[in-house]
């Protein structure tokens, strides 16, 4: 099986932004021989503060997402955090992603697997590897064709996450694709006055650690400019640096 690579800002933030991240990956495509799948959300329903951006919504974020994909040929993925988006999302999206805090809700998971798609569910920061039988199970027995399950870390509060890499092996045991979220893992939750903190320079060491322990794939929020990133920004790698990690990775 091919690493599997995806990548893209963490939010819609403008039609700019989005064409020019994915102008970038289909040069890195075409220079390394491989397909980064591309990723923005639509609409981040978690952020820590009520006025924090959370993005552009649902009917123009897909809209600007079916623009990216005529453009330049990108497959898609964004997340989905209530049943009724998912029919909409599979309509124009290869892949829908289940919020790792959402990983558990039952109505979510069995309305992404009806849409035919194939499903990406991030394991909770509160559960273990082993535990991620479950939300595959209840994909797998609503008829999703395809889950992939992707490592982000685990949260014990204190405003900082730990990866225990013995995970991906775990949920290796559970499904054949077991992605790491290398951008995620660095995050340090609500520890810049309300807003997300992180270690972006600890990304590639990430992906490296991941491949030692079998990952099959590999999860990448970037920008071009992070420090000006209206969400992740601190854990969010630099566009120019993305091809560098990869390839550290073929």
Not at 109 to 116: D, F, M, N, P
Not at 165 to 170: V, Y
């Amino acid at each position: 099986m091919k690493p599997t690579f995806i990548a893209g800002p963490c939010v819609i933030e403008s039609a700019e932004l989005l064409d020019s991240v994915a102008a970038r990956l289909c040069e890195i495509n075409r220079e390394l021989g491989i397909e980064i799948i591309f990723k923005a959300s639509f609409d981040k329903a978690n952020r820590t503060l009520l006025h924090s951006f959370r993005g552009v919504g649902l009917e123009r974020g897909l809209q600007m997402l079916s623009d990216v994909r005529t453009k330049w040929g990108l497959q898609l993925l964004t997340d989905i955090h209530e049943a009724w988006q998912a029919t909409p999302v599979g309509e124009v999206c290869d892949i829908l992603q289940i919020p790792a805090f959402l990983c558990r809700q039952t109505d979510l998971i069995v309305a992404a697997a009806k849409t035919g798609r194939a499903i990406n569910i991030k394991k909770g920061q509160f559960l273990s590897g082993a535990d991620m039988r479950y939300p595959y199970e209840k994909a797998m027995e609503a008829g999703a064709k395809e889950v992939w399950l992707t490592e982000r870390g685990n949260s014990f509060g204190y405003n900082n996450l730990v990866v225990d890499f013995r995970n991906i092996s775990d949920m290796l045991d559970i499904a054949p694709r077991v992605i790491m979220d290398c951008t995620h893992s660095v995050q340090r939750p609500s520890s810049a006055n309300g807003t997300t903190g992180g270690d972006r320079k600890f990304v590639p060491a990430m992906a490296l650690a991941a491949k030692a322990f079998g990952a099959t794939g590999y999860f990448f929020e970037v920008h071009p400019s992070p420090e000006e990133a209206l969400s992740d920004g601190p854990n969010m790698l630099h566009l120019d640096d993305l091809k560098g990690v990869i390839k550290s990775l073929m």
